[in-house]
């Protein structure tokens, strides 16, 4: 899924300053999941923001609203009939959410209220780590389901570093090496000869080097 | 011979080789090129010269080797895949050959947190193994990576790094063979205090005939103190510092302690000399090169050999 984490209290509360009704915007689907802007943090920032404005001695209306999928036209669409009784959006879906909103309400201010991090995948309970750039031409066949491109802090394609320690990244104690975690795996399934064939240097087009990207299905398309 | 390199003459030769480095300045200052340089003229076959080493902006390689060449020593290029993509490598590459410079280390990089540029974006469109074939294919094809033809291509004498004792050491051999796979002429490894188990990582090289595929220079570091030695042990990713070199430096006075590490060195080299499939050694005296030329000769490596007489 796409994780996310809400900005910083201070962050929000300039966006919004000049606005004196704002929908705050949730989603069902990715930061449900992570905790960062589903219903529940829908309601914990509303109340941060009205009790920040009693502070300042000003009154806000905040109207919460949580869409099942913020990315989604037919959900966004949700919104329109009331579009026209507030002054601005804050969205607390992940960035593909909010130019959603963005794209259908061209003259509404939409602000973010969440950073959008990484693909990642629950290590154990409020634990969240990265696993995927979606990179557009999966390896996890060949590096034994461990991904070197998302998991390797150089992304490096033919083997570990020289500064891997004790299974460790250079980087930090707290990042397991890729590299070690491939080998290890690859020795677990009797392959490691397949480490010594040669990565080519990767064709980034599908990984957005190419330009923005999109999938076009033409027996979907009406 | 498959280049104009000095180092692949001398090698070729069955001359053991020496080689050491030369960290560009932090600044435009050619000058300090120049005196660090000289310290090493006469005791040293060929100099590398650091590409922003420990992600510290630095001098470029390319142009700290063009003023080595100019006094009439041999550059190797150390190249970096943290800073620049294929075009820009392939780029440096052919300039830095057009200046004379004939020779090169492909190396992944420290990664950006260690420099001054922490938020710095790092590159990384090819990995050390992907640079390696990248310069091998501009030589023997004379093709870019890309495919077209170069006219007139640079014909470099291709080097890669090893690292014998960063973990999983059972990983250490295939990562070299492969790196003599994509095109490795020669290899300059990681700084080699634990003799032992340096031996045993070149008894595999050995076994698997690689010694006969690739040329093998051994990192030698000069200890200044016990407390270097020590940083060297817990701090620098990567390094293996037996406790019996620390005991040793701590053995005699503070004084002494450098005298005791160039002896150490020293007789590192000696031993190492015997090990079958070393070619060379490469001398990376860190901030101290005014010491390499007493450990060449110490270690008998000095006179070099003439090239003219090979």
């Known amino acids: ?222 | 011979m498959k280049t104009e390199s000095k180092l692949e003459r001398i090698l070729a030769s069955g001359n053991l080789a020496v080689t050491s480095e030369c960290g560009p300045p932090r600044g435009a200052r050619p000058e300090k090129v120049r005196e660090k340089a000289a310290l090493l003229k006469d005791h040293v076959d060929a100099v590398n010269v650091t590409d922003n080493q420990t992600a510290m902006v630095r001098m470029s390689s390319w142009a700290a080797g063009v003023i080595i060449k100019q006094m009439g020593m041999d550059p190797i290029l150390q190249m970096v895949t943290r800073d620049r993509n294929r075009l820009a490598m392939q780029s440096d590459i052919i300039g830095a050959y057009s200046l004379g410079i004939n020779t090169m280390l492909c190396l992944s990089g420290d990664h950006p947190k260690f420099g001054d540029h922490a938020t710095a974006k790092s590159v990384y469109d090819l990995d050390s193994v992907q640079l390696v074939r990248m310069v091998q294919k501009m030589r023997d094809e004379g093709k870019f990576q890309g495919g077209a033809d170069i006219d007139c291509p640079p014909k470099m004498f291709v080097g890669a790094a090893s690292n014998p004792f960063a973990e999983p050491f059972d990983l250490r051999v295939s990562r070299l063979a492969k790196k003599i796979k994509a095109g490795a002429d020669f290899v300059q490894t990681q700084c080699i205090f634990n003799l032992d188990k340096f031996e045993k990582f070149m008894e595999m090289v050995c076994d698997r005939g690689l010694n006969e595929k690739v040329y093998l220079l051994a990192g030698i570091t000069p200890m200044k103190s016990a407390g270097m030695a020590k940083y060297m042990k817990n701090k620098v990713p990567g390094m293996d510092v037996p406790d019996e070199v620390i005991k040793r430096l701590e053995g005699v006075s503070k004084a002494e302690q450098p005298e005791e590490g160039i002896k150490i060195a020293v007789e590192s080299i000696q031993r190492l000399k015997e090990v079958k499939g070393v070619h060379g050694f490469h001398i990376m005296a860190i901030e101290w090169e005014e010491k390499v030329p007493q450990i060449v000769e110490k270690a008998g490596l000095f006179p070099r050999p003439a090239v003219e007489n090979l």
């Open chain 1, 1 to 222: 899924m796409i994780t996310a984490e809400q900005k910083p209290l201070e962050e929000i509360i300039a966006y919004i300053e000049p606005y004196d009704r704002i929908f705050l915007v949730g989603c069902n689907e990715c930061v449900t999941v992570c905790a960062a802007g589903g219903r529940k943090e829908v309601g914990l920032l509303a109340s941060a923001l009205r009790l920040n404005s009693m502070k300042q001695g000003k009154t806000i209306e905040i109207k919460e609203i949580t869409l099942e999928r913020q990315c989604d036209p037919e959900y966004v669409e949700e919104l329109a009939s009331d579009i026209n009784r507030t002054d601005a959006v804050l969205s607390m879906a992940c960035g593909c959410g909010v130019q959603t909103l963005a794209g259908r309400y061209k003259e509404m201010p939409i602000f973010p209220a969440v950073n959008t991090l990484f693909m990642g995948a629950s290590e154990s309970q409020g634990i969240w780590a990265e696993r995927c750039r979606g990179c557009g031409d999966c390896l996890l066949g060949i590096t034994g389901g461990i991904c070197p491109v998302a998991r390797c802090s150089k992304s490096l394609f033919n083997g570990p570093c020289g500064g891997t320690c004790s299974g460790k990244c250079e980087i930090s104690p707290e990042v397991d090496c890729a590299w070690c975690l491939i080998w290890e795996r690859l020795k677990a399934l009797g392959m490691e000869k397949r480490y010594e064939e040669l990565m080519e240097a990767k064709d980034w087009r599908p990984s957005g080097g190419g330009g923005p990207r999109k999938i076009v299905r033409k027996d979907l398309v009406l």
